[in-house]
C-alpha cells in the first residue's frame, strides 16, 4: 500500500509538525515500506494457532488506598515561573498557543 505525499502532509497538519519536502517524501517512502512488511503478515498460514494478545503474564499488584499527606505547595511551586490561583500557568498549546 503506498502512503502519499498528501496523505503524510495531512497527518502532519493534524500533528501541528513541519516537514521540508524532501522529509515528506522520505516519510511517505518508509511508511509505505512499513505497511507492506506488515502487510506481508497476512499470508501467514496460522490454522490452529491459538488467539494471543499478550506474550506478558498478567498480574495485578494491588495496594490499600490510603490517603497520605501531600507535598507543601510553597515548595513545589518554588521553581515555576509562573502560576495563577495555585495553578501552574503554561503556555496554550491548541489553537495557535495564545492566552487561553
Known sequence: MKISEAEVRHVAQLSKLSFSDEETAEFATTLSKIVDMVEL?????????????????????????????????????????ESQDNFIKVPAILDGGGDA
Open 41 to 81: 503478515l497476512n499470508e501467514v498460514d496460522t490454522t490452529g494457532v491459538a488467539v494471543t494478545t499478550t506474550m506478558a503474564d498478567r498480574k495485578n499488584v494491588l495496594r490499600e488506598d490510603v490517603a497520605q499527606k501531600g507535598d507543601d505547595r510553597s515548595e513545589l511551586f518554588k521553581n515555576v515561573p
